[in-house]
C-alpha cells in the first residue's frame, strides 16, 4: 500500500502506469442536486459523486475512482483537481438551469480551455 491512501495493494503496485481519461458527475432535479455513483475500485470509498476515469498503459482496463485515488494511480495530482473542478462547475450550471445530464470534462477539454 502506498503511504498514506487506501489504494489496495495490488493497484497501488501498478501506480504510474495509468492513464488518465476523465471526470464526470449525474445530475438528476427530481432527486435533488446530484446523485451518487459508483464505489471507488481502487479503495473501495462507498458512494462517489465525482467519478474519474483512468486506463491501465498495458492491458488498457478502466478503473472508476475517486480524486486521490486518481492522483496516486497516474502519479498526476494536477489533471485529476483541474478536471473535478471543471466537472463541478458545469454540475453548477446544469443545477441553475434545471438541465438535468452527465457533467463530463475530458483532458481534451482541459487543454482547449488552456487549463493543462
Known amino acids: 500500500m502506498i503511504e498514506g491512501t487506501r489504494v489496495k495493494p495490488e493497484l497501488a503496485a ?3 502506469q495509468w492513464e488518465y481519461i476523465c471526470c464526470y458527475c449525474m445530475v438528476r432535479l427530481a432527486s435533488g442536486v446530484t ?3 459508483p464505489d471507488c475500485d481502487a479503495c473501495g470509498n ?3 459523486r465525482f467519478v474519474h476515469v483512468i486506463q491501465n498503459d498495458t492491458d488498457h482496463r478502466q478503473l472508476l475512482v475517486g480524486l486521490d ?3 496516486v494511480l497516474t502519479e498526476d495530482h494536477e489533471t485529476p ?3 473535478e473542478n471543471e466537472t463541478k462547475r458545469k454540475e453548477a450550471w446544469r443545477i441553475y ?3 438535468p ?3 463530463v470534462t475530458t483532458v481534451d477539454c482541459l487543454i482547449e ?3 493543462l
Open 69 to 71: 485515488c486518481a492522483s
Open 81 to 83: 483537481r483541474l478536471a
Open 101 to 103: 445530464g452527465r457533467c
Open 97 to 99: 438551469y434545471k438541465k
Open 14 to 16: 501498478t501506480a504510474g
Open 35 to 37: 446523485t451518487s455513483g
Open 113 to 115: 480551455k488552456g487549463k
Open 46 to 48: 462507498c458512494n462517489l
